[in-house]
T-cell receptor, first 115, second 106 residues
Framework: EAGVAQSPRYKIIEKRQSVAFWCNPISGHATLYWYQQILGQGPKLLIQFQNNGVVDDSQLPKDRFSAERLKGVDSTLKIQPAKLEDSAVYLC?????????????FGEGSRLTVL | QKEVEQNSGPLSVPEGAIASLNCTYSDRGSQSFFWYRQYSGKSPELIMFIYSNGDKEDGRFTAQLNKASQYVSLLIRDSQPSDSATYLCAPRDMRFGAGTRLTVKP
């Protein structure tokens, strides 16, 4: 079974530029999460999707961050314009509700550096 | 604001000792908790979860949940250097704590 795929793995941009990250969850996983992990901190939940609907986006800075999950499969997280404090690893995770709720499978992450 | 708090550490234990990691939470409605391990430079992975009060054992790992006191803990028996990692706890809403960094010294 293929794992959660994320791209790009690394991205370096200047502040005020825009960036987009892509995530493809494990096949059949209805729930998809985006996390921001700043060095030395725990992952911060940005948004949770159930199929193509948003369950929780209360911690998403909506003035600059946006996310979508069209067709309930893959997802894109966008930052526009980026700030220095957005430098972090962006983790995507998916889960299949029911058998083991709460078991998230994480991708390798996308490391963003904002200069 | 629902919050999960963990001692960020670092926690250092000698090889073979018991490592004790704790997590407190503010939401009395939380019914289940999950412990994840994150090696440096890697993504988190699930260790175990606990739904009910009391202890749950899985190999060298024991999770303990005390709903009255609103804390959950993870005990690692016979700690190994390979257990050196950051341990994250999260309730069902999957909002993680800051994590506790554990170092097991040979």
């Amino acid at each position: 079974e293929a794992g959660v795929a994320q791209s790009p793995r690394y991205k370096i941009i200047e502040k005020r530029q825009s960036v987009a990250f892509w995530c493809n969850p494990i096949s059949g996983h209805a729930t998809l999460y985006w996390y921001q992990q700043i060095l030395g901190q725990g992952p911060k939940l940005l948004i949770q999707f159930q199929n193509n609907g948003v369950v929780d986006d209360s911690q998403l800075p909506k003035d600059r961050f946006s996310a979508e999950r069209l067709k309930g499969v893959d997802s894109t997280l966008k930052i526009q314009p980026a700030k220095l404090e957005d430098s972090a690893v962006y983790l995507c995770a998916s889960s299949r509700e029911g058998l083991a709720p709460g078991e998230l499978f994480f991708g390798e992450g996308s490391r963003l550096t904002v200069l | 604001q629902k919050e999960v708090e963990q001692n960020s550490g670092p926690l250092s234990v000698p090889e073979g000792a018991i490592a004790s990691l704790n997590c407190t939470y503010s939401d009395r409605g939380s019914q289940s908790f999950f412990w994840y391990r994150q090696y440096s430079g890697k993504s988190p992975e699930l260790i175990m979860f606990i739904y009910s009060n009391g202890d749950k054992e899985d190999g060298r790992f024991t999770a303990q949940l005390n709903k009255a006191s609103q804390y959950v803990s993870l005990l690692i028996r016979d700690s190994q250097p390979s257990d050196s990692a950051t341990y994250l706890c999260a309730p069902r809403d999957m909002r993680f704590g800051a994590g506790t960094r554990l170092t097991v010294k040979p």
